[in-house]
């Protein structure tokens, strides 16, 4: 019970970071009702564009001048990727049978997979990420690591800004009703092929975020990291409520404290020593998920996604 403070932060921070790469599936389900499972790989791409700036910038300049500037290169890659995606790769795809878009995810996840290993070959094992020197941090029982202060600041930040953007700006409104109801909203004037592409990047731009935030905390990123990270965020989206933006941070934030409490626990109980090593976290997450299927299909706060039947 003395580390249950130190394991809950530590699945806070987790759960951040899920629910930074969550927002962009529920986003774009709740818009166009497409499982985006390309996004783990956007987030990948986000990583490496991060770590490409780095590598350009002169030797020796301070992580702390770099930090904004690798955060800028990781969205504008997310971005770029996830916008392209979206009009050469899903657009065309609009009005097909839903099992079409699907397939076109899976491929395009592998081809951008494969696309960064062509350009950085080295990391088919590991990409060491630069870190911020000092720390870790005691704040009475609980030690924070340099990385994860990065994630405190930039997972409130985001869900704020995104929070004011989708609540008080005409842009967030004309989502909300593209969401809603695509041809009403299109006949009130909304241009929602404009709204799609929005939701395209804002979800990449906050994949590129959680991207940056697990170099800093991890230390390394290679081009397989967002296959698995991916499928985790889509857990996060439906535990949340898919197509409920809120509901997908509070996803990811269960899910992380969920997985890092079963990691560092269930060893505790007799004969259950074996599950509970680190590389059982991914079975206990995906087992919560299981229950929330059965339990509550709809997610912890609900779906947000209309009935276009």
Do not use: C
């Not at 702390?64 to 971005?79: E, F, R, T, Y």
């Not at 050469?88 to 397939?103: C, G, S």
């Not at 997450?285 to 997610?299: D, N, S, T, W």
């Amino acid at each position: 019970m003395n580390e249950l403070p130190q394991q809950l932060v530590n699945g806070l921070l987790l759960g951040s970071m899920y629910g930074l790469v969550a927002i962009g599936y529920t986003m774009v389900y709740g818009i166009v009702q497409l499982i985006n499972f390309a996004h783990g790989e956007i987030f990948m791409t986000g990583a490496f564009g991060a770590l490409t700036v780095w590598l350009w910038l002169p030797g020796g300049t301070s992580m702390w001048l770099a930090l904004p500037l690798m955060i800028i290169g990781a969205i504008v890659v997310a971005v770029a990727i996830a916008v392209g995606a979206e009009r050469f790769a899903y657009r065309p795809l609009r009005t097909a049978p839903r099992l079409a878009p699907l397939i076109t995810a899976i491929g395009l996840s592998l081809a951008l997979q494969q696309a960064v290993w062509a350009w950085y070959p080295e990391a088919k094992s590991a990409r060491t990420f630069p870190q911020i020197d000092g720390g870790p941090f005691e704040i009475g029982s609980v030690t924070i690591q340099t990385g994860d202060i990065f994630l405190v600041l930039a997972a409130p930040i985001s869900m704020a800004i995104l929070a004011y953007f989708v609540m008080k700006t005409r842009t967030g409104r004309g989502m909300q009703a593209t969401a809603q109801d695509p041809d009403t909203a299109k006949l009130m004037g909304v241009n929602t092929d404009r709204i799609i592409v929005i939701a395209f990047a804002l979800g990449a731009a906050f994949a590129a975020v959680g991207a940056v935030a697990y170099g800093l905390k991890y230390g390394e990123i290679n081009f397989r990291m967002g296959f698995i990270l991916g499928l985790k965020a889509f857990t996060a989206a439906v535990l949340g409520g898919i197509g409920n933006i809120y509901g997908a941070m509070i996803g990811g934030v269960v899910l992380g404290v969920a997985e890092t409490l079963a990691t560092a626990y269930i060893s505790d109980i007799p004969g259950m020593d074996k599950f509970g090593s680190q590389s059982w976290a991914d079975v206990w997450a995906f087992v919560l998920l299981i229950l929330v299927l059965l339990f509550r299909p709809q997610g912890l706060l609900g779906e947000r996604v209309a009935d276009r039947a």
